[in-house]
């Protein structure tokens, strides 16, 4: 069968996906960043250092084992499957050391791609798209994940590539107005008060309750209208 993937298509599924679990989509995004507040907020207090690789490090692995969790239950919710909250994390512990690599080695590529030539860059980005999503939904072995995706991806290249604009174009809308809020907070009532950096840390993870479901949403109706294509 022919695939029939369209961009638009893809975002409002997605966004439907979101609308049909906000609670649920929200608490978990909530999750992650009151993991990230916590440790890296803790850190920037109390490290005199202010170590910001230290920083970053616990930002990522953080934020990917809950990652793991939310597409683990994002794809079932997506299938009119139930599921908990439990069963989501349970997924977390058992694959995260795999997802860590399927993401790295998807890291590499796209950034080596982009340093070499921005189109590699770009090119690896689109057809990756969907190698940490078949690693967390289907537990498939490291390089399975990268060629499936690309497998998948190639005979829908553009619409994947149009479909990632359209998530980065949204994630803007709802990120430049939190930004602009941080900012005039910071020097308006907050200034002296608050550490401009933690002001931000804060208003940051406030748009990530939506824009991490986003992201994780649109790939996880990528793979399976992808996967019902195939069929």
Do not use: H
């Not at 995004?29 to 616990?58: Q, R, S, T």
């Amino acid at each position: 069968m022919k695939n029939k993937l369209q961009a638009t298509s893809v975002i409002g599924e997605a966004l439907r996906l979101f609308k049909e679990n906000p609670g649920l989509f929200v608490l978990l995004a909530l999750i992650g960043e009151a993991g990230v507040i916590f440790k890296v907020g803790f850190m920037w207090l109390y490290n005199p250092a202010k170590d910001i690789v230290i920083d970053i490090l616990l930002y990522y692995l953080i934020a990917m084992f809950v990652y793991i969790a939310f597409t683990y239950i994002a794809n079932k919710k997506y299938l009119k499957k139930p599921v908990t909250l439990k069963e989501g994390f349970s997924r977390a512990s058992e694959l995260f050391l795999k997802y860590v690599l399927v993401v790295v080695l998807v890291y590499l590529a796209v950034g080596g791609g982009l340093i070499l030539l921005v189109l590699p860059g770009i090119y690896f980005f689109v057809v990756f798209f969907i190698a940490d999503t078949i690693c967390v939904i289907e537990d498939a072995p490291v390089k399975q994940c990268l060629v499936k995706s690309r497998e998948w991806i190639k005979d829908s290249f553009w619409q994947v590539f149009l479909a990632a604009l359209l998530m980065f174009g949204i994630s803007l809308v709802v990120y430049i107005p939190v930004y602009m809020t941080s900012e005039l907070l910071s020097m308006g009532p907050l200034k002296g008060i608050v550490e401009k950096e933690i002001t931000d840390m804060v208003f940051e993870s406030l748009s990530q309750l939506f824009i991490m479901p986003l992201f994780g949403s649109v790939s996880v109706v990528v793979y399976n209208r992808l996967k019902k294509g195939r069929k």
